[in-house]
């Protein structure tokens, strides 16, 4: 039974607030320093450039800002069903799966696509013991997910990849829905102490991971969400 209960949710998720955006990182204005979409509509093809920071059927738009963050400090990105939407309105309910965030160092951030390699996961917020994901806790939040950069990493320009997966019709192979956006950083400070290992976007997910072809209405416990282990200092 909970398994039509789950594909009820799942039909009924294509309302209004169904989608997200990253819109804005450390209460900045929407749109400056993160590359926005105008349209909130997800990716569901893991081996497409538009995995990366979006793009495809969710043009992005550039920005010239880059922004400032200190090492070792907590970043805030904030997440919002559209461009204009307020913190009551972050994404539906039914949308549940897991919060990331990765990091590429580049040479010029506000030019660099990020196709290719070099990123590393620094955060992931997935299914908790007591059965409640990243996205119930993102939306009990206002839309804002809190992340630590790395005090160990070598200063310079990033790229700050946001990363939501809904998993409502994950049952079925690319209905996972992958939402992120990168946003332009320059880290000050860090100790370029450690150097992460990195995976390849599009590369580090496959269609087939079981974090990416996941069942949410069989009462499952555990969950690994896709890609690296989250690298810390």
């Given at each position: 039974?909970?398994?039509s209960t789950g594909l009820t949710l799942a039909a009924a998720a294509s309302s209004a607030?169904?989608?997200?955006?990253?819109v804005s990182l450390n209460g900045g204005k929407v749109g400056d320093g993160v590359r926005v979409p105008s349209y909130d509509g997800?990716?569901?093809?893991?081996?497409?450039?538009?995995?990366?920071?979006n793009g495809g059927p969710n043009p992005t738009q550039k920005t010239s800002t880059v922004i400032n963050v200190q090492a070792g400090s907590k970043a805030t990105l904030t997440w919002r069903h559209t461009l204009t939407s307020g913190s009551g309105d972050v994404i539906d309910a039914s949308h549940k799966g897991p919060v990331m965030a990765y990091l590429k160092k580049v040479s010029d951030a506000k030019t660099?696509?990020?196709v290719g390699s070099g990123w590393f996961k620094i955060a992931e917020d997935g299914l908790d013991s007591s059965g409640k994901w990243g996205v119930d806790r993102l939306i009990a939040n206002g839309g804002v997910q809190t992340i630590t950069i790395p005090q160990c990493i070598a200063p310079g320009q990033y790229l700050l990849r946001g990363e939501l997966i809904a998993l409502h019709g994950a049952q079925s192979s690319k209905g996972a829905q992958f939402y992120m956006e990168c946003a332009q950083i320059n880290i000050q400070g860090g100790s370029a102490s450690k150097t992460p290992s990195s995976?390849?976007?599009p590369g580090a997910y496959s269609a087939s991971d079981p974090g990416i072809l996941y069942n949410l209405y069989t009462g499952q416990k555990t969950y690994k969400a896709p890609g690296p282990a989250v690298f810390t200092c």
């Open positions: 039974m909970k398994f607030s169904a989608h997200t955006i990253f997800p990716i569901t093809e893991v081996t497409s450039n538009d995995i990366v920071c660099d696509s990020g995976v390849s976007l």
